[in-house]
C-alpha cells in the first residue's frame, strides 16, 4: 500500500526538515510544527536530498517503514547535512543557498522483467550478495539516462560493475516516491 501524502502535509514535512537542520546549526532544541495529520504519524521510509545552487550537498534516507513519516524526516534531514559520508558537514555559509527535497517512498516490489522500470517514475534498489545501490525516480530524469543508464549506475553506486543487472543472482527492486520540493529563490 502506498501512503498518499498531500501538498499540505508535504510542504509540513519541508517545514520539518529545515527546522531539524536549522536547530542544529543554531545549537537549539527544535521548534517543529505541529499537525494532527494521521498521514505523518504513519510508518514510511523516506529521503531527504539537499541541493545548493543545483548541485547535490547531502542525500541520506530511509527505506524501511519502521518509524513515523514526520520522525524519519527530522532524522534524515539532519544526517543528509552532517552525516552523509561524501561531504563535510553543512556549514552555516552555505545554508541559506540550501534547497531540500523530501521522497517520501512506497513499498518496493521485485521486478523480474528490467524491461518494465519505467524511467522518471521508478526508482531502483540492485542487491548482489551484501552490495546495494538504490537510486531514486528523480535522479534517472536529472541526469537524461535510460533504463539501461539508470540500472548501470545503481549497480555502480553498490559497488558492482555496471552490468550487474543482468546477472541472474541480482535482485532489482522498484518504488516510487512522492516528491516536495523548496526552492530558496
Same mark, same amino acid.
Given at each position: 500500500?502506498? *501512503? #498518499?501524502? %498531500?501538498?499540505?502535509?508535504?510542504?509540513?514535512?519541508?517545514?520539518?526538515?529545515?527546522?531539524?537542520?536549522?536547530?542544529?546549526?543554531?545549537?537549539?532544541? &527544535?521548534?517543529? $510544527?505541529?499537525?494532527?495529520?494521521?498521514?505523518? %504519524?504513519?510508518?514510511?521510509?523516506?529521503?531527504? !536530498?539537499?541541493?545548493?545552487?543545483?548541485?547535490?550537498?547531502?542525500?541520506?534516507?530511509?527505506?524501511?517503514?519502521?518509524? $513515523?513519516?514526520?520522525?524519519?524526516?527530522?532524522?534524515?534531514?539532519? %544526517?543528509?547535512?552532517?552525516?552523509?559520508?561524501?561531504? /563535510?558537514?553543512?556549514?552555516?555559509?552555505?545554508?541559506? *543557498?540550501?534547497?531540500?527535497?523530501?521522497?517520501?517512498? %512506497?513499498?518496493?516490489?521485485?521486478?523480474?522483467? /528490467?524491461?518494465?522500470?519505467?524511467?522518471? !517514475?521508478?526508482?531502483?534498489?540492485?542487491?548482489?550478495?551484501?552490495?546495494?545501490?538504490? *537510486? *531514486? &525516480? #528523480?535522479?534517472?530524469?536529472? #541526469?537524461?539516462?535510460?533504463?539501461?543508464?539508470?540500472?548501470?549506475?545503481?549497480?555502480?553506486?553498490?559497488?558492482? &560493475?555496471?552490468?550487474?543487472?543482468?546477472? /541472474? #543472482? !541480482?535482485?532489482?527492486?522498484?518504488?516510487?516516491?512522492?516528491?516536495?520540493?523548496?526552492?530558496?529563490?
Amino acid at each position: 500500500m502506498t *501512503l #498518499q501524502v %498531500s501538498h499540505d502535509d508535504g510542504l509540513l514535512l519541508l517545514e520539518t526538515a529545515r527546522e531539524a537542520i536549522a536547530a542544529r546549526l543554531a545549537g537549539r532544541p &527544535p521548534r517543529f $510544527p505541529s499537525s494532527s495529520s494521521p498521514t505523518l %504519524s504513519m510508518p514510511c521510509g523516506a529521503f531527504v !536530498t539537499l541541493k545548493v545552487r543545483g548541485d547535490l550537498r547531502g542525500c541520506i534516507g530511509h527505506i524501511a517503514a519502521c518509524r $513515523p513519516l514526520v520522525e524519519t524526516v527530522r532524522e534524515t534531514a539532519v %544526517s543528509s547535512a552532517f552525516d552523509d559520508p561524501r561531504f /563535510p558537514p553543512l556549514g552555516l555559509e552555505e545554508w541559506p *543557498l540550501v534547497e531540500i527535497e523530501i521522497s517520501v517512498l %512506497s513499498p518496493f516490489e521485485l521486478v523480474h522483467d /528490467p524491461l518494465c522500470i519505467a524511467v522518471g !517514475t521508478h526508482g531502483i534498489m540492485v542487491r548482489s550478495g551484501h552490495k546495494s545501490g538504490l *537510486l *531514486l &525516480p #528523480q535522479v534517472a530524469t536529472e #541526469q537524461g539516462w535510460d533504463r539501461e543508464a539508470f540500472l548501470a549506475h545503481a549497480c555502480r553506486k553498490a559497488g558492482l &560493475p555496471v552490468d550487474a543487472w543482468r546477472w /541472474p #543472482q !541480482t535482485r532489482i527492486e522498484v518504488f516510487t516516491a512522492s516528491v516536495f520540493r523548496e526552492s530558496r529563490e
